[in-house]
T-cell receptor, first 112, second 115 residues
C-alpha cells in the first residue's frame, strides 16, 4: 500500500511533442505528490507538486493532472525539448510523515 | 529552496574500509535524509537524521553499517562502514526547508565504488 507505481520505464518523444508519464497509488492517505527531475550525474530536483484537492497544476510547459477517484496522477511535458531528456520520478507522502515514497522512475529521451 | 553540497563527489575505496560522506545545507533544517541510488534505479531511503537525536533507519539498514551524525542544523555525515562491492552506489543527502519531508532538495550525490 505504500508503493507508487510509475510507467513507462522509458519513453522516447520527438522534439515538440507531448511527454506523458503516469503514476498510480493505493494508499488514500497520501496527500502530497511531487515530481522530481534528475539529470545524469546530478541529484534529483523538485520540479512540480500537487495536492489531491486540485485536479491540475501547471508551471510553464509542465502540468500535473490528478485523478483522485482513480488514484492516478500524471506529468505532461508540452513542447518537449532535448534539454528535457532526464529521468523523472513521481513521489507521494502522507501528511506529517517523514518519508517520501518514490516511483520507479521514467527515463525520458527527446529526439531532436 | 535550499542549496545542498556533498563531499566527496566520488571515491574508489577498498573493501573493508570506511568512507564518510559530508552533507552541508545553506540554511537551517530540522530533518535531513540519506538515500542510496543504484545507477538507473529509484531512490532508497537509508535513514532520517534529526538534529539532537538518533537517526531513524529504514528496514534493511543498520546503524553499525551506516552510522550518521547530525551535529547541527546545517550539517550531517553518513559513514559507510566495512565496505564491500555491494555498497557501490550513489549516496544522496536531502533536506526539506519547510521542516517536514514533502519538498526535499537533494545534493549532487557521492558516487562510491568499492573494489
Amino acid at each position: 500500500q505504500q508503493q507508487v507505481k510509475q510507467s513507462p520505464q522509458s519513453l522516447i518523444v520527438q522534439k515538440g511533442g507531448i511527454s506523458i508519464i503516469n503514476c498510480a497509488y493505493e494508499n488514500t492517505a497520501f496527500d502530497y505528490f511531487p515530481w522530481y527531475q534528475q539529470f545524469p550525474g546530478k541529484g534529483p530536483a523538485l520540479l512540480i507538486a500537487i495536492r489531491p484537492d486540485v485536479s491540475e497544476k501547471k508551471e510553464g510547459r509542465f502540468t500535473i493532472s490528478f485523478n483522485k477517484s482513480a488514484k492516478q496522477f500524471s506529468l505532461h511535458i508540452m513542447d518537449s525539448q532535448p534539454g528535457d531528456s532526464a529521468t523523472y520520478f513521481c513521489a507521494a507522502i502522507i501528511q506529517g510523515a517523514q518519508k517520501l515514497v518514490f516511483g520507479q522512475g521514467t527515463r525520458l529521451t527527446i529526439n531532436p | 529552496s535550499a542549496v545542498i553540497s556533498q563531499k566527496p563527489s566520488r571515491d574508489i575505496c577498498q573493501r573493508g574500509t570506511s568512507l564518510t560522506i559530508q552533507c552541508q545545507v545553506d540554511s537551517q533544517v530540522t530533518m535531513m535524509f540519506w538515500y542510496r541510488q543504484q545507477p538507473g534505479q529509484s531512490l532508497t531511503l537509508i535513514a532520517t537524521a534529526n538534529q539532537g537525536s538518533e537517526a531513524t533507519y529504514e528496514s534493511g539498514f543498520v546503524i553499525d553499517k551506516f552510522p550518521i551524525s547530525r551535529p547541527n542544523l546545517t550539517f550531517s555525515t553518513l559513514t559507510v562502514s566495512n565496505m564491500s562491492p555491494e555498497d557501490s552506489s550513489i549516496y544522496l543527502c536531502s533536506a526539506d526547508v519547510s521542516g517536514g519531508a514533502k519538498e526535499q532538495y537533494f545534493g549532487p550525490g557521492t558516487r562510491l565504488t568499492v573494489t
